[in-house]
């Protein structure tokens, strides 16, 4: 692993493969300072990212790895074995993989003679720093890139991490409720423009501040909106049904 912190100077990436995920990776690279290379898969995103950063160029593939020392490898699956196997990677490359269904020997072969030891799963809002990213294998190499500006939680299994893949699955539920909330305000005499940023802002502070069970305790005043609001939910069987959601999810994964 090279010995550099991105605070002190600039680290050569390539992120091969530019969807949602890879181009979302590529701006926090981007934001941080490093000289990124991202491949022409999605040429709208890849066109996007390099007129907004100067620091950002497209390349094929190939050219991608032979001017990268950590290289990110943000496929999809059907088309990373093909695409994959046609490059030439350098021994001293340091792999990065986000495709959470290719495990670390599926990887090593794809990849030789590079060594394969880090998966890493981004969520997008890894772009603006101040997320969480789940990492099996080694961590070291994220932590050196991603340590200052997000939250490394380190997944010891494949097991861990498909329960950790399903159970954030609730941000979309969560982001339906702001949105009914602030649609709920507008029409009750309220402006939902407003309610929205307010219900975001309000959400994400709250839960940042205390672990769930203490913001329930402090939110559970006698006879108060939020207990009224919680005890409704729960007698029409909020828990049990997120359960089961997860449960569904673990099933199809299965």
């Given at each position: 692993m090279?010995?550099?912190?991105?605070?002190d100077s600039?680290?050569?990436?390539?992120v091969?493969?530019?969807?949602?995920?890879?181009?979302?990776?590529?701006?926090?690279?981007?934001?941080a300072?490093?000289?990124i290379?991202?491949?022409k898969?999605s040429?709208?995103?890849?066109?996007?990212?390099?007129k907004?950063?100067?620091?950002?160029?497209?390349?094929?593939?190939?050219?991608v790895?032979?001017?990268?020392?950590i290289?990110?490898?943000a496929?999809?699956h059907?088309?990373?074995?093909?695409?994959?196997t046609a490059?030439?990677?350098?021994?001293?490359?340091i792999?990065?993989?986000?495709?959470?269904?290719?495990?670390?020997?599926?990887?090593?072969?794809?990849?030789s003679?590079?060594?394969?030891t880090?998966?890493?799963?981004p969520?997008p809002?890894?772009?603006?720093?101040?997320?969480?990213?789940?990492?099996?294998?080694?961590?070291?190499?994220?932590?050196c890139?991603?340590?200052?500006?997000d939250?490394?939680?380190?997944?010891?299994?494949?097991?861990?991490?498909?329960?950790?893949?399903?159970?954030?699955?609730?941000?979309?539920?969560?982001?339906?409720?702001?949105?009914a909330?602030a649609?709920?305000?507008d029409?009750h005499?309220?402006d939902?423009?407003k309610a929205e940023?307010?219900?975001?802002?309000?959400?994400?502070?709250s839960?940042?501040?205390?672990a769930?069970?203490d913001?329930?305790?402090?939110?559970?005043t006698?006879?108060g909106?939020?207990q009224?609001l919680?005890?409704?939910?729960?007698?029409?069987?909020?828990?049990?049904?997120?359960?089961?959601?997860l449960?569904?999810?673990?099933?199809v994964?299965?």
């Open positions: 090279p010995q550099h912190n991105h605070k600039a680290m050569r990436c390539g091969v493969g530019i969807g949602n995920i890879g181009s979302a990776v590529a701006t926090g690279l981007a934001k300072g490093h000289d290379t991202i491949s898969r040429a709208a995103q890849s066109q996007r990212l390099a907004a950063f100067p620091n950002i160029t497209i390349a094929e593939n190939q050219h790895l032979d001017h990268s020392d290289v990110f490898i496929l999809n059907d088309v990373a074995a093909a695409a994959l490059l030439r990677f350098r021994p001293d490359h792999i990065i993989s986000l495709m959470a269904g290719c495990d670390l020997d599926a990887l090593a072969r794809l990849v003679p590079a060594p394969a880090t998966i890493m799963i969520f809002a890894i772009a603006g720093g101040g997320s969480p990213i789940l990492v099996m294998g080694d961590a070291a190499p994220v932590e890139i991603f340590g200052d500006s939250s490394i939680i380190a997944i010891t299994d494949s097991a861990e991490c498909d329960a950790f893949l399903a159970a954030q699955a609730i941000l979309s539920p969560v982001a339906v409720m702001v949105a909330a649609e709920w305000v029409q005499g309220g939902a423009n940023p307010f219900l975001r802002q309000l959400i994400a502070s839960l940042n501040g205390m769930s069970d913001l329930i305790a402090a939110l559970n006698p006879d909106f939020n009224r919680r005890l409704y939910f729960e007698e029409i069987g909020l828990k049990a049904n997120v359960h089961d959601g449960s569904r999810l673990s099933q994964a299965d």
